[in-house]
């Protein structure tokens, strides 16, 4: 039992469990739309992006989370306007611009003289979150999870059938712009936590372990959360012990849960492919 | 019991109608009207611009001319709100973590406000097209355990909720076996004697000859326009599977 407790008596270890919570909720909460809008490559790209946005404010001497926000706002801005390119796929568009901003965001980050540590963002730095961050995190997460939960009926109309969506007058566009601004607000979350390199870990990981479990939006988005907490905190415990990183810990621990979930579901899975669905045998046995 | 409402109907008129891609022309300059009750395919080989011109009518690409509902020009996708486009199985993703209950309540949507759920009424209008469509024993499913033809049945149950007068179907009968196809175009007529409009895209020009009494033969322009039978001779299938036809230049 010490061995949960122990990791959890200083103060900074509190902070950074109360970090990996609200990372834990948030991220999984919008990666779920990704997964199933099987846009799980632009948790990523935006998560790069991010680093752009994050060197401009230590330029320009903005808060980070707001350069971090800005970024990823510019990023979807330019791929609402570019993705229509007859002769490029949004993927090329969405590669192009997130390398852009990654690459300006490595080069100021890497000057000398900024006083900041690239590492600190890139591969997450949990242990030193302060109260004002933990505070602001939790603002943006719960902004963010307020947003998903008021529109999850449209989200889930618009990402199943957009045709539909707006015929009974629901603004895909909008939605989609929602889901953009949230996941830049998760990503910018997740920076103190696990970094950008392993921010898409708590994006999509635990929603893509869900999906594999569930039928439901409903109930994939709650295994997903929870999944995304269990994974944090055992973690950030397991990287206690171990003086492991705990972004990249995380992360495995995510990996793990993927694939005893992705195991377990094998026979299911045969069992489908090999037989027609129920409502097939009873109408034309 | 379950039963289909008799509506009043809606006509439609499609004036003129032309859609581009850059500079090329999916469909150009097509007119036709469709009353209330009337069940019309629209046929036509792959690219002749058949979903084009369905996408065009229910306001989700751009597109030249007039489409009026009874009259009125419909100039924004509010206008068409009681048009509804039923998609072809490739065009949604059959293993999306929805029940056919719960698709069949998104039809309900636009007489909500954001964030509401169906209430005791909207619950009863969907369990009335679910019965309408016959899959009232299989609301709770996934829909990913649905044949493509119950998934079809499904969609129209959808549009039903949504109160629609016009059906579109977007190639709706393709990957669906024969004898489901044959009860689809079955409850395509109850529609029409209940009042709604059906425009069917399809490419199966034996089951039109069979079961339609109108059709609107298109490849890029509208060729003809009556019953299957009188119009769909040698000269007109030339015309409508002609590569020719197929590569015209915007006028």
Request: net charge neutral; with cysteine; hydrophobic share 50%.
């Amino acid at each position: 039992m010490n061995w949960l407790i122990d990791p959890f008596r200083s103060e900074f270890m509190q902070f950074a469990l109360a970090t990996a919570l609200i990372v834990g909720v948030t991220a999984p909460a919008v990666g779920v739309w990704l997964v199933l809008r099987r846009l799980a490559y632009l948790g990523d790209a935006l998560s790069h992006a991010t680093i752009g946005g994050v060197g401009v404010a230590y330029l320009v001497g903005i808060p980070l989370l707001v350069g971090g926000l800005i970024a990823g706002t510019v990023m979807g801005l330019l791929m609402a306007v570019l993705e229509r390119h007859e002769r490029l796929g949004g993927d090329a568009i969405v590669g192009t611009v997130e390398t852009g901003l990654f690459a300006i965001g490595l080069i100021i980050l890497s000057r000398n003289g900024t006083g900041v540590e690239l590492s600190h963002f890139l591969f997450g730095q949990i242990t030193t979150v302060t109260g004002t961050e933990l505070v602001v995190n939790m603002a943006l997460g719960a902004t963010v999870l307020a947003a998903l939960w008021v529109t999850r009926l449209d989200l889930k109309m618009a990402t199943f059938d957009h045709r539909h969506a707006t015929s009974v007058g629901i603004n895909v566009g909008g939605l989609r712009l929602l889901l953009m601004v949230t996941l830049t607000a998760a990503v910018v979350v997740s920076l103190s936590t696990v970094g950008v390199l392993m921010s898409i870990a708590l994006l999509v990981i635990p929603p893509a372990t869900a999906r594999l479990v569930t039928e439901r939006v409903a109930t994939m988005t709650t295994v997903a959360i929870a999944d995304g907490i269990a994974v944090s905190v055992i973690g950030l415990i397991v990287s206690y012990h171990l003086g492991t990183p705990p972004g990249a810990t995380i992360a495995l621990v995510a990996c793990a849960a993927f694939t005893v979930a992705f195991t377990a579901t094998v026979p299911r899975r045969i069992n489908c492919e090999t037989k027609p669905p129920a409502a097939l045998r009873t109408i034309h046995p | 019991m379950s039963h289909l409402e008799p509506r009043d109907g809606v006509r439609l008129d499609v004036v003129d109608l032309a859609v581009t891609y850059g500079d090329r022309a999916a469909v150009g300059q097509v007119t036709f009207t469709v009353d209330p009750g009337e069940v019309v395919a629209v046929i036509g080989p792959n690219g002749a611009g058949k979903s084009s011109l369905l996408n065009a009518i229910s306001g989700h690409i751009t597109h030249h001319g007039s489409v009026m509902l009874d009259g009125r020009h419909c100039h924004h996708r509010r206008d068409r709100a009681n048009l509804a486009i039923i998609p072809q199985r490739s065009d949604i993703d059959p293993n999306f973590p929805i029940t056919v209950n719960e698709l069949v309540a998104s039809g309900r949507r636009r007489f909500l406000r954001v964030g509401r759920r169906p209430s005791g009424a909207d619950r009863a209008v969907v369990d009335n097209a679910l019965g309408v469509v016959g899959l009232a024993d299989l609301s709770a499913r996934p829909i990913r355990t649905l044949s493509g033809g119950q998934l079809q049945r499904a969609f129209l149950a959808r549009a039903l909720a949504q109160e629609a007068d016009i059906f579109l179907l977007d190639e709706a009968l393709s990957g669906v076996d024969q004898p489901t196809v044959e009860e689809l175009v079955g409850l395509f007529g109850e529609l029409g004697r209940s009042g709604a409009s059906v425009l069917v895209a399809t490419h199966d020009l034996s089951l039109v000859r069979r079961r339609f009494d109108r059709c609107l033969p298109i490849n890029r322009t509208l060729l003809a326009d009556g019953p299957p039978n009188a119009i769909l001779d040698e000269h007109l299938l030339d015309r409508l599977f002609s590569a020719a036809e197929l590569e015209p230049s915007v006028s």
